[in-house]
Nanobody, 115 residues
Framework: QVQLVESGGGWVQAGGSLRLSCEIS????????MGWLRQAPGNLRELVAT???????NYADSVKGRFTISGDNDKKTVHLQMNSLKPEDTAVYYC?????????WGQGTQVTVSS
């Protein structure tokens, strides 16, 4: 089993920044992808950013140039630096990992961006 705990969410005005962190514990051997998803009220959960075990990153078009994902080499922490936040970024953000073709999610952290 893998446990994920997010932190760093909160309220910010448009144009501001937040940094989300995710602490990963448990059976971390075999984790090959770490990332962040988000879900706004009434919307489907969407992929925000991922980072592979080789360091390759991928971003949703809506956050490219504004968000940066990073992970520690020991695969125990993954961060999401969010700059130039917009009201449409308001959502619950979930940390997730892929391990041996299974996905694990945290409980989520709320991000609210006011206009």
């Amino acid at each position: 089993q893998v446990q994920l705990v997010e932190s760093g969410g909160g309220w910010v005005q448009a144009g501001g920044s937040l940094r989300l962190s995710c602490e990963i514990s448990g059976s971390i051997f075999g984790i090959n992808v770490m990332g962040w998803l988000r879900q706004a009220p009434g919307n489907l959960r969407e992929l925000v950013a991922t980072i592979s075990s080789g360091g390759r990153t991928n971003y949703a078009d809506s956050v490219k140039g504004r968000f940066t994902i990073s992970g520690d080499n020991d695969k125990k922490t993954v961060h999401l630096q969010m700059n130039s936040l917009k009201p449409e970024d308001t959502a619950v953000y979930y940390c997730y990992v892929e391990r041996f073709q299974r996905q694990y999610w945290g409980q989520g952290t709320q991000v609210t961006v006011s206009s």
